[in-house]
């Protein structure tokens, strides 16, 4: 990497957005078992979930993604 012991480095940190997804409202909103569920998880869950969600590259799988993660939780 062209890095050595006592190099000096720039680091940027980057905090996790907070905000949810539109297609994970909309499935909390629609679906009486996906509140309870979101609740359930902890913060490294829900921002997992939340990185997994807006990972995606297709704007079809982000939906489907919101879905399937609640669903197999409830």
Same mark, same amino acid.
């Given at each position: !990497?062209?890095?050595? +012991?006592?190099?000096?480095?720039?680091? +940027? #940190?980057?905090?996790?957005? +907070?905000? &949810?997804?539109? /297609? &994970? %409202? %909309?499935? #909390?909103?629609?679906?009486?078992? !996906?509140? @309870?569920?979101?609740?359930?998880?902890?913060?490294?869950?829900?921002?997992? &979930?939340? /990185?997994?969600? &807006? =990972? =995606?590259?297709? @704007?079809? +799988?982000? @939906?489907?993604?919101?879905?399937? !993660? #609640?669903?197999?939780?409830?």
């Amino acid at each position: !990497a062209g890095i050595a +012991t006592g190099d000096r480095v720039v680091l +940027t #940190l980057v905090i996790a957005s +907070t905000e &949810l997804p539109g /297609e &994970l %409202e %909309e499935v #909390l909103s629609e679906s009486t078992r !996906a509140k @309870p569920a979101w609740e359930r998880m902890s913060p490294s869950q829900k921002r997992m &979930l939340r /990185e997994h969600i &807006l =990972a =995606a590259k297709r @704007p079809e +799988t982000r @939906p489907r993604r919101a879905r399937g !993660a #609640l669903e197999a939780d409830c």
